[in-house]
């Protein structure tokens, strides 16, 4: 499995140096992160493309959440120090989101038109 | 050890040795009280005689919080040592407590496995009967419902966990106040539990002593760490008629305390780790300090209630 791994992460790397790169997955892992730090979502509103990946990270050592206010994605479980979440970006549009572990954590994701 | 913090809203000049007669186990520790607005010190060696017990009506119990089994980090790496030092506490003392009661965040991460390390470890304690109030560490990704099956069946609990009870003339209230938290807010106690409040001490005299017991702290201690409860001024107004109520929380692992009119505020330490006081850090997260000097910071809160007085008495003492 590992080494299945190595070879697929290596062919993206092969098809990113060509220059043809379109899996979201390695472009929003570099670009659409939002870290959780010192109970903040930083940055507090991420603009993305509809159909993009968004993935958090908890930086602290106190659980936080992913909540959509409007229940409009999946909710992300209890986030250890250094787990992570990821969604996919839907329709267009404007999705706020908090911490159901620390409500006051709140943070803003714009969903732009590919 | 070092122990601090009673009070006396009653302004009678108060029986300070009685109450704190039960507080004799801290042994060589300093005890601050506060009586008419003057804060005094005394060792506890100086106030109290060890082993004298409590006459039967009274009553007195103890307040532990914060557990946080399963955290690891480096505020520190033991948590379930320092739970057990502080049942070690419990089971020192010269009278027991007739109970304890734990205001929340027994675990971490809600695990199972942080939950059957707790119960393991309480197996120690001489005390065997304690009460419960979830924190928002024990609810984190089922609503509370395994903490619910745990630790809340035998009282009865209504609704997400809320639940009454009467010793020695005393009645308890437990509130629930952390879940379906909404977006922005503070902890929130909900229009089905405050209206089961309302009803629960509509029959009670106002003679009648009342201890609420919440993990979030029921009065705005610093809302901008969430550190409050939106909904908590409605449920205190239902007590206000009361003479004596004592308000007991967990939350922000240290002693704060506030007094408004007949009601006590007061948080408790933690046995897992220590937070910065409010506004004096980036956030309320665990706060690093010197080894030598954690237990010092994690402690645990005795409360006495004679009967005849209207007011408890809540002394801290911390692990040191």
Known sequence: MALLCAISFLNLSILALAGEMKDADTTTSKQNRIEIKDFAFNPQTLTVKSGEKITWINRDEEPHTVVS??????????????????????????????CSVHPKMTGTIVVMKP | MSDYISHDHEHDGIDRRGFLQCMAWAGTG????????????????????????????????????????????????????????????????????????????????????????????????????????????????????????????????????????NKNGVHFIALVNVLDLQAGGLGQLGDEQLEWLEADVKDLGTSTPIVVFAHIPLWAVYPQWGWGT????????????????????????????????NITFHTAMSTAFPQPAPGTAPSPGPMKVPAEKLRSMLGLTSVQYKQGKTTLAVVDSNLS
Request: aromatic residues 10%.
């Open chain 2, 30 to 165: 300093l005890l601050w009280t506060v009586s008419g607005g003057v804060l005094a010190s005394k060792t506890l060696a100086q106030i109290a005689k060890a082993g004298e017990p409590l006459p039967a009506t009274d009553l007195s119990f103890l307040q532990i919080s914060d557990s946080h089994i399963g955290f690891n980090k480096d505020a520190n790496k033991d948590v379930t040592a320092t739970f057990q030092i502080a049942l070690d506490r419990i089971n020192a003392m010269p009278t027991p407590p007739s109970f304890l009661i734990h205001t929340g965040d027994i675990t971490q991460l809600s695990k199972p496995e942080e939950f059957d390390t707790f119960d393991q470890v309480l197996k120690s304690c001489r005390t065997k009967d304690v009460f419960y109030v979830p924190g928002e560490h024990d609810v984190l990704n089922d609503g509370g419902k395994l903490y619910r099956e745990r630790y809340l069946k035998s009282v009865e609990a209504k609704g997400s966990g809320w639940y009454s009870f």
């Open chain 1, 69 to 98: 206010v409007e229940k409009q994605f999946k909710k992300s479980t209890a986030l250890d120090t250094d787990q992570e979440f990821t969604i996919t970006t839907g329709a267009p549009g404007t999705y706020t989101y908090f």
């Open chain 2, 230 to 261: 939106s909904d908590s001024e409605r449920g205190l107004g239902y007590l206000k008629r009361f003479g004596s109520v004592t308000v007991l929380n967990g939350h922000i692992h240290q002693v704060l305390q506030k007094i408004e009119g």
